[in-house]
């Protein structure tokens, strides 16, 4: 890992950084597909939310947990749990000078991944497709992990 | 995105080290608060915590769902949803060597609107004062992330 | 926190991506935990994911919740809560230059304390065993913000 300051000028860190940036705005995505079922489907968590939408209904009624939120929200934190992991090894692993093929072999599979695992849960595809795209997900990680370790290790 | 080593040596570098660290440091502290609540009013989530207090009451009614305790917690969920994007976009923003005075700017909207977002949340404001403090926070980073975008695209 | 880039080639460095890889892959390992219960113990969150296993029982039966898998995902929870903020943190910290042996205390001390409320998590040991390896691990990090934000603060 020696000169490593020297990766970050690479096309190897290039890449991670677009392929970390779309999958962060796709992650943040689900935050705002959230907020506009709250508000079509008038389905609130805190009562001076209601206050966002106009209704005939008893607003403290408008406090419930609606399935189809949930589901979202189970996506998002899902995201949450396997996207800020490929981020922040994927970073480190940049700076251990992969190579490039390789490198974006590792981010095309984890993004792409991802999407198929988003469009999985939305539309409730049959099993294992959300299953497995969110393994392949993890092994891309692990993989880098793996190079991280073996590269850099310093206990 | 040529010498972006270099980048790290640079006054917008040091100027999101120190709002990024703010604005994390702010998230932490939403966990001593849920922590603080529990305790203060003996409300938890495993079994084994109700030990931390001293309580007359049969202790598994101790283990309940609180609306203060949960609000809390849903305003610490949304810092996990926004705050680490703005980390990582911040951190790629930071090296494509932007203006100091508009890095500056992005970060002091961003880190402003997520604490306007907490007091609104933690006070319940009527809306839209939360929903605006999260948009605007959204589009900080939508606004980084399309200059890390245009400058670094590597697909 | 001059000539940062070169932070990134000393052993500081190393040890932090060492550290910080090792406990990334622990939580990341929640994750792969909840899904061995969820197939053993067939309770899911979503209707499609009970064709994943053979069951004689009515397939809606099977979405319910657990409270052993709910134990497992509050500690994934906190996992992200608090080694997120540890990796954002020690990455700024390790480019502010801080003497190896004190930067080694600290990785050791937060990757110990998280595996030790972990333990303490799953196996449900008596309080304040987990509320300790909490502690700790705030303070390891709050420690790190201490010296990033004195180092290198731009506002």
Redesign the interface.
Known sequence: ??????M??T?V???F??????V??K??LM??FT?YLRLTKKVF?????T??VKTTEDRRKCVRVDPDVE?VR?C?QND???I??F???GL?YA?TGPDLYTALLHFRVFVGSRFIHTVS?LV?????S??LAWIVG?FA??SM?YR??TT????
Do not use: C, K, W
């Not at 890992?1 to 020297?6: I, L, S, W």
């Not at 409730?124 to 294992?128: F, R």
């Open positions: 890992m020696a000169e490593v300051a020297h970050i000028d096309e860190f290039l890449a950084s677009t392929y970390a940036t779309i962060i705005l992650m943040m935050g705002l907020s968590a805190n009562l001076e939310d206050n966002l589901r189970r998002h949450l749990e396997n800020i992991p981020v922040v090894i480190l700076l849960y409730a595809l049959p099993q294992p959300r299953g993890l990680t692990f992990a991280v370790i850099a290790l310093y206990l």
